[in-house]
T-cell receptor
Framework: AQSVTQLDSHVSVSEGTPVLLRCNYS??????LFWYVQHPNKGLQLLLK??????LVKGINGFEAEFKKSETSFHLTKPSAHMSDAAEYFC??????????FGQGTELSVKP | DTAVSQTPKYLVTQMGNDKSIKCEQN?????MYWYKQDSKKFLKIMFS???????INETVPNRFSPKSPDKAHLNLHINSLELGDSAVYFC??????????????FGPGTRLTVL
């Protein structure tokens, strides 16, 4: 069975400092992994996805994530946080049936 | 142009009523989905249709019935609404059916409040 665990329910950073949102996955086969972002009262937007090509995946708005099979991790990073990055972030695993399984979400706060 | 749209954006209703949420996608995708996001922001799939055929049906009460008149539309009808149905419902679409690598594109959500 596939699952994802987001290790932090809330992360707070100062503007201009790095962002790290942690995600561990469990999968019985080579996983497809996604990060989605949800701004307040908005829908979900895809940030990036991993589908067994390059292990370092670059996404939109300066975000990237690294797939580490040995650690079963897919952490999301950004070198410098911007106020507009404040949102809820979801780590997601795709399953063979096309069903997405979501992590619990990490709320990112950015302080000025 | 809006890729995946939902109506209404907000829906407030009384317990016991029947309501529908509509979803339309103009991406030319073959597969559409309904997800429910609870008050703790946890998202879970409810249904998936591929080209008007039901392919995913999670453990959802019979009061929820999806209907797909064509592959660009997937509506969600809810009978006898209960307090626990209060949530945000998201529609999504993707190019392929059963594709675990396929990106799903989400609508803006419908916030349902049952009083």
């Amino acid at each position: 069975a596939q699952s994802v665990t987001q290790l932090d329910s809330h992360v707070s950073v100062s503007e201009g400092t790095p962002v790290l949102l942690r995600c561990n996955y469990s999968s019985s086969y080579s996983p497809s992994l996604f990060w989605y972002v949800q701004h307040p009262n908005k829908g979900l937007q895809l940030l990036l996805k991993y589908t067994s090509a390059a292990t370092l995946v670059k996404g939109i708005n300066g975000f990237e994530a690294e797939f580490k099979k040995s650690e079963t991790s897919f952490h999301l990073t950004k070198p410098s946080a911007h106020m507009s990055d404040a949102a809820e972030y979801f780590c997601v695993v795709g399953t063979q049936g096309g069903k997405l399984i979501f992590g619990q979400g990490t709320e990112l706060s950015v302080k000025p | 142009d809006t890729a995946v749209s939902q109506t209404p954006k907000y829906l407030v209703t009384q317990m016991g009523n029947d309501k529908s949420i509509k979803c339309e996608q103009n991406l030319g995708h073959d597969t559409m989905y309904w997800y429910k996001q609870d008050s703790k922001k946890f998202l879970k799939i409810m249904f998936s249709y591929n080209n008007k055929e039901l392919i995913i049906n999670e453990t959802v009460p019979n009061r929820f019935s999806p209907k797909s008149p064509d592959k660009a539309h997937l509506n969600l009808h809810i009978n006898s609404l209960e307090l626990g149905d209060s949530a945000v419902y998201f529609c999504a679409s993707s190019h392929q059916a059963g594709g675990r690598t396929d990106t799903q594109y989400f609508g803006p959500g419908t916030r349902l409040t049952v009083l």
